[in-house]
C-alpha cells in the first residue's frame, strides 16, 4: 500500500466583510457613550455623521440612538433646540459682530430681522420654519400697501438664508428650507439698479443753484468726482496732493442710528482711487481751506480737529440727513424736480462720461471705483437719447443708408 498524499481540503470561502454600520454606541468610558447617526454623503463622496456625547447607562443610551434614527427618519433635527427664530437671531447677530464684517452692514442686517424677519417668524421654532412659510413673506411684502421695494425683499431674503444656514450648520435643522426655495427659484431676484441722472443742462442747474450757498463748491467736487456721498463727505485734507495737483478717495463716512460717526475702507480694493483735479477745483480747494481756517479761529476750542475737507462749524463731518435736507432746497432753488437724491451726483457723472465717445469704459469705471468694468456697464449702459440719435445717424452714413 503506497502512501498517497492527504488530499487537500477545498479551500473555505472567505467571509464578505460586514458592510459599515451606519452609525452606533461606542463605549467611551464609565457611563459615557459615543452616539453615531449616518447622514449621508458630501459632494466629495465623503460620509457624514451627526456624533453625540451620551452620559448615562447603557440602555438610557440605547434609547437615546433609537430617539436619534426616528427623528432622522422623520427629518426633525437631530439636536433639539427650544430657542425660538428670535432667540437665534440675537445669538447670530452678536457672532456675526465680530469687526470681519462692516459695522453697517451688521446694522443693516439687525434692522431688517428687527422690522421684518421677528415679526414674521419671532414666536416660531427654527424647526418649524418651512419654504412656503417663507414665500408667503415675501408674497406679503410685495403686495401690502405700501409694499415693500424689491432691494429691501432681497436683503430680508440674504439675511434669512444666512441665519438658516448658520442654524444647519450647528445641527439646528436637518433640512434648511432655504434649499427648496433655491431648487424652487423661487428666491427674490437681485434688482438691477436704475441710476437716475441728471442732464449736462439739469446739472448746470443745480451747481448754478448751488453756488448761491456756501456748499457751492462741495457740489461741484461731488459732480466732479462722481464719488459716493458717504466717500466725499469722508474726504480728508490728508487726502489732496496738492503738488500732484490730485485727491484720493479711500474711506466712508458712516453714522450710527442717532449715535456717533465713524470711518470704513471703502467696499473693495478698486474703491480706493486718485483722482486728478483740475486747475478751477485746485483754486477752490485752497479758498474752501481758507475759509475753513477762519471758522476754526473764530470756533476757539470747540473746534474738534478731524482734518475733514467738509466739516460743520465745530469742525465735525457733515450728517446725511442735514445734507439731504440742504440738496432738496437747492433742487427746488433750480426748480428740478425731487426725484433727483443726494447719490445723484455720482450718476450724473457716470452718465455724463458714458456717453462721450472718447472716455475708455475702463477710465469710467476706475474713476467710479467699480470692481470690474461689467458693474459699471450693468449700471450705466443706457445711452441717452441725443447719444443715440448720434450713433443711428453714424449707422447710417457708413451703410450709405438714404443716399440716392
Not at 330 to 344: G, R, V, Y
Amino acid at each position: 500500500m503506497t502512501d498517497e498524499p492527504d488530499k487537500a481540503e477545498p479551500d473555505k470561502p472567505k467571509k464578505k466583510p460586514e458592510p459599515r454600520r451606519p452609525g452606533g454606541k461606542q463605549k467611551r468610558g464609565p457611563n459615557k457613550w459615543l452616539l453615531r447617526i449616518f447622514r449621508g454623503y458630501d459632494a466629495a463622496g465623503k460620509r457624514i455623521y451627526y456624533s453625540e456625547t451620551f452620559h448615562g447607562g447603557s440602555r438610557d443610551a440605547d434609547n437615546r440612538l433609537t430617539e436619534l434614527k426616528n427623528r432622522h427618519k422623520a427629518g426633525l433635527p437631530l439636536k433639539f433646540s427650544a430657542k425660538t427664530f428670535k432667540d437665534f437671531f440675537d445669538k447670530w447677530i452678536d457672532d456675526i459682530d465680530d469687526g470681519e464684517r462692516r459695522e453697517c452692514t451688521v446694522d443693516r442686517y439687525r434692522q431688517v430681522g428687527k422690522t421684518i424677519l421677528i415679526p414674521a417668524f419671532g414666536k416660531m421654532a427654527l424647526a418649524d420654519i418651512t419654504d412656503a412659510a417663507i414665500t408667503r413673506l415675501y408674497k406679503t411684502m410685495r403686495t401690502r400697501k405700501p409694499p415693500y421695494s424689491q432691494a429691501t425683499i432681497r436683503m430680508a431674503h440674504v439675511v434669512l438664508s444666512a441665519l438658516l444656514n448658520a442654524a444647519e450648520a450647528e445641527d439646528l435643522l436637518l433640512r434648511n428650507p432655504m434649499h427648496k426655495i433655491r431648487a424652487g427659484k423661487k428666491a427674490p431676484k437681485q434688482p438691477k439698479p436704475d441710476p437716475v441722472a441728471m442732464t449736462a443742462e439739469e446739472s448746470q442747474r443745480f451747481l448754478d443753484a448751488a453756488s448761491s450757498t456756501a456748499y457751492g463748491f462741495m457740489f461741484d467736487l461731488a459732480f466732479f468726482l462722481g464719488a459716493r456721498p458717504c466717500e466725499w463727505l469722508g474726504l480728508k485734507w490728508a487726502d489732496v496732493d496738492w503738488e500732484g495737483k490730485r485727491i484720493t478717495v479711500q474711506r466712508s463716512l458712516k453714522w450710527r442710528r442717532g449715535a456717533d460717526w465713524y470711518t470704513t475702507n471703502p467696499k473693495t480694493a478698486k474703491s480706493i482711487r486718485t483722482i486728478a483735479l483740475t486747475e478751477t477745483l485746485m483754486k477752490g480747494l485752497q479758498d474752501h481751506r481758507r475759509r475753513q481756517l477762519e471758522a476754526r479761529l473764530k470756533a476757539g476750542a470747540s473746534w474738534e480737529d478731524h482734518d475733514f475737507i467738509f466739516a460743520n462749524e465745530a469742525g465735525e463731518p457733515f450728517r446725511f440727513e442735514s445734507m439731504r435736507r440742504l440738496y432738496k432746497g437747492i433742487l427746488a432753488a433750480a426748480k428740478l424736480p425731487e426725484k433727483f437724491m443726494l447719490k445723484t451726483s455720482r450718476h450724473s457723472c457716470a452718465s455724463a462720461l458714458i456717453n462721450e465717445p472718447d472716455v475708455p469704459l475702463k477710465a469710467i469705471s476706475a474713476r467710479l471705483g467699480h470692481a470690474s468694468i461689467r458693474t459699471t456697464a450693468d449700471i450705466y449702459g443706457v445711452v441717452d437719447d441725443e447719444r443715440g440719435r448720434q450713433v443711428s445717424e453714424r449707422i447710417g452714413q457708413l451703410f450709405g443708408i438714404g443716399k440716392k
